[in-house]
């Protein structure tokens, strides 16, 4: 079977933005009283896109937070992190480099829980919006990581775009970072390829490949997968 697209997420994996996405959380949650650790973060929040992280926090300390409230702390919470992304660079190293390795191997595609505002923002500075066939942001899905809807639509873009033979999931390649990420690829039928960016290796078996970093992928090692 032939590799046709490759579909990566985003914070974690193209943009060194988990670190300061935490710092966006904490800041805002503290507004509000609450206490957000790092551990914490990492542990049990990352995988969720930004309404699941306060509604899955207000639940657990019992909050009577409404939905409008969870939606202005989101809305605070984009705003802080733009805040954030001003003084520092964001993009992982080689990270570029392989989107345009890929993109010129095959059409590639974005399927992530962050705001779709926040991802063009940062793929518009670097000038690599233009590689990308896809982008699917946490407002294109009703139901984000670990669902498999972000996989979904962005396959489905894909193959709208993709003439010939209809695209198949599992002619598709996810790159991720998190368990939570590799679990709505697999759902969605994708092979998947996990980077050790967010999490050591030994929490990431699920993975039909791990790689340690972007300069490490290789479009033939990913088309063997699908051997």
């Known amino acids: 079977m032939a590799l046709r697209a ?4 985003f914070d974690g994996v193209i943009a060194d933005s988990e670190p300061l996405h935490f710092r966006a ?3 805002v949650l503290a507004r509000s009283g609450v206490h957000l650790s790092e551990k914490d973060y990492y542990a049990r929040y990352l995988g969720f896109d930004d309404v699941g992280v306060f509604r899955t926090v207000g639940a657990e300390l019992g909050t009577s937070w409404t939905m409008r409230d969870v939606a202005t702390m989101v809305a605070d919470k984009a705003m802080r992190l733009e805040e954030i992304e001003r003084d520092v660079s964001v993009l992982f190293p080689g990270a570029a480099d392989a989107i345009r390795r890929a993109a010129a191997a095959v059409p590639i595609a974005i399927a992530s829980g962050a705001l779709g505002p926040e991802i063009r923002r940062i793929l518009n500075h670097a000038d690599l919006t233009k590689y990308f066939s896809a982008i699917v942001s946490a407002e294109d899905t009703p139901a984000s990581k670990p669902a498999p809807d972000p996989y979904v639509r962005a396959v489905a873009l894909l193959r709208e775009q993709m003439p010939g033979a209809e695209l198949q999931p599992n002619e598709c390649v996810a790159v991720e970072d998190s368990r939570w990420g590799l679990e709505s690829a697999r759902e969605a039928g994708l092979r998947t390829v996990a980077v050790t960016n967010s999490y050591d290796a030994s929490e990431l078996t699920e993975a039909d490949l791990i790689i340690g970093s972007l300069t ?3 479009i033939d090692h990913l088309r063997r ?3």
């Open 225 to 227: 997968l699908l051997d």
């Open 25 to 27: 959380f904490r800041d």
């Open 6 to 9: 490759i579909v990566f997420d």
């Open 216 to 218: 490490e992928l290789d």
